[in-house]
């Protein structure tokens, strides 16, 4: 580089620096006037009467309350305190966030109203098909004897009615049958000889010899000595319990043929619902498969006892299955409906934000600010949701974008604290801490996989004991890098720690959660004074 572009270099950079210092003076001088001679500074007396905090708390972490200002220990940053007329310390009254339409249509907003709806006050549940125990039919010999022949190889085999299964050897039926035909050939055909023949014809029929082989053992002059057993309605073989060779005895099962005409569906019915349901209520079941196939029934009896597995009571109904399409075992979606109807407050499903305990709704309120309400959702209707508490018909709730609501608002109440500009809007703000959504630095402090595993331990005292927490004025904990302070710790329950009081000096352990930070042992300390 010659010494002409470094002299230009050098008078750029001058220029530069000039510039920042006049703007750093400015803004310094501007602060100064702004905090000693403002006549309208904070530090004017005014009327107003003191405002009460309810707690302090981090905007990132806003489940941990505090009862005492001081800093978070999770960002490097004052605590925050929320007063009880709905500030939340941003210098911003009322809850929520305030979105204009610019953003709005930027994030993807779109509103929806709660509304009235009227539902059949029914409920959605599973079920599965099972065979019609009443349209099955077993297949047993009266007789002992040997199979010497399988028709049907397998189970699940269709048959039809009268097909033939199994070839059935009896042996015992040949002496008898010989005997009649002894008596026969004698030809005594006069006197007590017809009354020998009658009677040997009735030890076959006493040896369940069928009347159609005596009628054949007439006719042909053979003893018959083998005996088929043929299907007794057509369907599926549902059992076989005999193969080639095997030995049977009388009353054995050899066999069980299930009807396919008609099937058994079973719904499962969730225990919070069984006081709701009577025989007779109309069901529309589809396979899960097959959405467009729907069938129609009623439940016809309801199976008494709760599977204790499960927690479901089970009701019967048959179906119709004419064209031989469902099987059993098959799952089925089932809508149980009743004759009477109902309205209910429905809103959009997509509205709801499940956390796994609570169901959140982003409302619109009526000075035009965005505010999350817990809500008590019922069944699903289709594509809304039945809301049962925390919505009133005719309120605004965000049905989709909430989650960049949610995102917004956290960021732009830590934003307003730690951007330098103090004359920047709000509407200025929001817009950089949506920009920044991806730029800023993680929470101080171990990672929360690591806090999750690992339990801490300190000294302090008690300062107040609640349902839910405990409240203490504990020792500096080095491994998370907190200061003294006082803060409160959730309890494992209620009932949790019965013997702690306010003013004791106690040892506590804690662990990370994703609710906060959370008691595991409370012990009074060693040596220390009550």
Do not use: C
């Amino acid at each position: 580089m010659n010494n002409t572009s470094m002299r230009t270099w050098s008078a750029a950079l001058g220029v530069v620096a000039a510039a920042v210092a006049l703007l750093a003076g400015g803004y310094l001088l501007g602060t100064r006037h702004t905090a000693q001679g403002a006549p309208n500074s904070s530090a004017a007396p005014t009327d107003q009467p003191a405002r009460k905090v309810l707690y302090w708390h981090d905007p990132m972490v806003p489940q941990q309350h505090f009862d005492k200002a001081g800093k978070s220990p999770f960002m490097d940053m004052q605590l925050v305190p929320v007063y009880a007329d709905g500030d939340g310390g941003d210098g911003e009254a009322g809850h929520g966030v305030k979105i204009d339409a610019t953003m709005a249509q930027n994030l993807g907003l779109r509103l929806a109203s709660v509304r009235r709806q009227q539902v059949s006050t029914g409920f959605d549940a599973v079920g599965s098909t099972q065979w019609d125990e009443s349209q099955s039919d077993v297949i047993q010999s009266r007789v002992a004897g040997y199979i010497d022949r399988l028709y049907t190889s397998a189970p699940m085999q269709r048959v039809t009615r009268g097909a033939p299964v199994a070839s059935l050897f009896v042996p015992d039926w040949l002496a008898v049958q010989q005997e009649y035909l002894a008596l026969k050939r004698s030809q005594m055909n006069m006197g007590h000889g017809l009354d020998l023949l009658d009677a040997a014809r009735e030890r076959m029929r006493a040896m369940s010899i069928p009347p159609g082989l005596i009628a054949q053992l007439d006719r042909t002059g053979q003893a018959q000595t083998h005996l088929t057993l043929t299907a007794p309605r057509t369907g599926v073989l549902s059992e076989l319990n005999v193969r080639n060779g095997a030995m049977v005895t009388p009353g054995q099962t050899l066999a069980k043929v299930a009807g396919t005409g008609k099937l058994w569906l079973i719904v499962d019915i969730p225990e919070a619902q069984a006081l709701q349901v009577r025989p007779g209520m109309r069901i529309q079941a589809s396979p899960a498969g097959d959405g467009s196939t729907v069938l129609q029934g009623h439940l016809r009896e309801i199976l008494p006892g709760i599977d204790t597995t499960s927690r479901t009571l089970q009701a019967r109904l048959e179906i119709g299955n004419p064209n031989g399409v469902l099987t059993p075992g098959m799952l089925m979606r089932v809508h149980v409906a009743s004759t009477e109807q109902a309205t209910r407050l429905v809103i959009p499903s997509e509205a709801v934000i499940a956390t796994g305990k609570r169901s959140i709704v982003i409302v619109k309120n009526a000075q035009g600010r965005l505010q999350p309400v817990q809500v008590r959702t019922g069944q699903e209707l289709g594509s809304d949701t039945e809301v049962l508490e925390g919505l009133n018909e005719g309120d605004t709730v965000v049905a989709s974008g909430q989650f960049l609501v949610d995102s917004e608002a956290s960021l732009r109440s830590v934003l307003a604290r730690m951007l330098p500009e103090a004359g920047a809007s709000k509407e200025m703000q929001g817009m950089q801490g949506m920009q920044g959504m991806q730029k800023m630095d993680k929470p101080a402090g171990p990672p929360a996989a690591t806090a999750a595993a690992q339990t801490y331990s300190t000294t302090g005292r008690v300062e107040q004991v609640t349902p839910g927490e405990i409240i203490f004025s504990h020792q500096p904990i080095a491994a998370l890098k907190w200061p003294a302070m006082t803060m409160g710790f959730a309890k494992p329950s209620a009932n949790a720690f019965a013997g702690v009081a306010a003013g004791q000096t106690v040892q506590f352990s804690f662990r990370q959660t994703p609710a906060g930070y959370e008691l595991t042992d409370v012990k009074p300390a060693t040596g220390a004074g009550q």
